[in-house]
């Protein structure tokens, strides 16, 4: 089948609201695992992974960290406006310049309280740091029917706009968890290992993971590699349409070094295990790119990106995994990158081959998302026994909840 003609209805079940976890639990790594291998499947917790993964594999994270992406300005009048911040203005190359400007950035965003404010009104937020205080100003620049472009200006200038946002934001919890932010989810709605800022949402199989799997993943001579996706709010976008052709997925930034494209080519022919969707979709994306540089050997990088379509468009006949990881490490390596920053929008769905990765760890998504299409891409028609059992044995779905190990059927 065409995947565009992928009826959504067929990915779906009952969820209730009571098994949606709103907090995560008081310890990170005691989440229950459901583990699916060779149609078989058993349960245990996340403490104990370790053991169930094979002995010479990769283990991939994604490092990506949420930023505190809702600031809230409150007007003369009392009343309050939100700014989500989606994602930087097109002006910015990628996430990492856009959050390091100072002193002003374009940013594009959702506004929470758009109609209040008035045409040509600036929006003012004084914040306490340091032992001073540092104004912040927001004005209108664009408005789209999907965003608006805010241009966001303080003083003084010399703090930069993640750390601004450390300051006047909060944390963006998903739309599903109807609570306020709360002490806790600065640190619980990000993951151990988080190092480069620019999501607003979490990769959230990695909240599970706790220095003490990571020594035990090193003990059992498991090795571990980290790729960056951005995590955008499109990954809450419901697909509305009776087709997931007429869906558009949303795009996000994406980064890798030849250090891990290395290891990838040491995994070649074992488990490479992805943690999260995002990882996994990362992971597939480099293959994509290997494939459109063997195509194109003098791409500009400026070219050189994933859309939607392109996985199930492009020849790849007799392309291997091994000869387009090839093709991507020499491309970068001719042009002196160690690492390379891209956008991808690939759609993982039912009948796509995974390339790269063979093995994926992720929480239970919601029903009729493109994240439950992605899981029944990797475990087949499978992927109902799998949500069956979860629901029949008391697991916790979504962010905050438990999660699955899948051996990607063959």
């Not at 010479?56 to 992406?69: C, G, K, P, Q, W």
């Not at 409150?74 to 990628?94: A, M």
């Not at 250090?259 to 996994?280: C, E, P, R, Y």
Request: aromatic share 10%; glycine share 6%; with cysteine.
């Amino acid at each position: 089948m065409d995947p565009r003609n992928i009826p959504i209805s067929q990915y779906t079940y009952e969820l209730p609201n009571d098994r949606i976890a709103t907090h995560p639990l008081p310890e990170r790594d005691a989440s229950k695992l459901l583990i699916w291998k060779k149609s078989t499947i058993s349960q245990d917790i996340y403490r104990n992974i370790a053991s169930h993964l094979p002995h010479d594999s990769l283990v991939v994270f994604n490092n990506t960290r949420v930023i505190e992406a809702r600031v809230l300005f409150q007007k003369s009048t009392g009343g309050v406006i939100e700014i989500f911040c989606l994602e930087p203005h097109e002006q910015y190359q990628d996430v990492t310049t856009a959050m390091l400007q100072e002193g002003k950035v374009w940013w594009k965003c959702m506004i929470g309280g758009a109609s209040k404010w008035k045409h040509g009104q600036e929006l003012q937020k004084i914040i306490r740091h340091d032992g001073g205080t540092v104004v912040l100003n927001a004005s209108i620049k664009e408005r789209k029917p999907d965003s608006f472009t805010i241009e966001f200006t303080w003083q003084p200038s010399t703090l930069s706009f993640a750390a601004l946002l450390h300051e006047a934001g909060l944390i963006p919890l998903p739309p599903y968890i109807k609570r306020n932010v709360e002490l806790d989810d600065a640190e619980r709605y990000q993951t151990v290992y988080a190092s480069s800022d620019g999501s607003v949402a979490a990769p959230t199989a990695g909240l599970h993971f706790t220095e003490n799997i990571l020594h035990d993943l090193a003990s059992k001579n498991i090795r571990t590699s980290y790729v960056t996706l951005h995590v955008g709010a499109g990954t809450f976008k419901p697909v509305k349409s009776a087709t997931i052709g007429e869906h558009e997925m949303h795009a996000e930034f994406m980064q890798v070094n030849t250090d891990t494209i290395g290891s990838l080519l040491q995994f070649q022919n074992k488990h490479i295990i992805a943690v999260g969707t995002t990882s996994l979709r990362t992971l597939e994306s480099l293959y994509w790119l290997g494939v459109k540089i063997i195509h194109q050997p003098s791409i500009d990088a400026a070219d050189l990106f994933i859309q939607q379509w392109d996985a199930y468009e492009l020849d790849a006949s007799n392309i291997s995994a091994e000869a387009s990881l090839n093709a991507l490490l020499r491309w970068m390596q001719q042009r002196n990158m160690q690492s390379f920053t891209t956008k991808t929008q690939l759609l993982i769905v039912p009948g796509y081959s995974l390339r790269v990765a063979n093995v994926l760890i992720t929480n239970f998504h919601q029903p009729q998302s493109t994240l439950l299409l992605l899981v029944a891409a990797v475990a087949g028609e499978n992927w109902k026994n799998i949500y069956e059992y979860a629901m029949q044995n008391d697991f916790r779905f979504l962010s905050y909840g438990d999660g699955c190990l899948i051996f990607a059927q063959k």
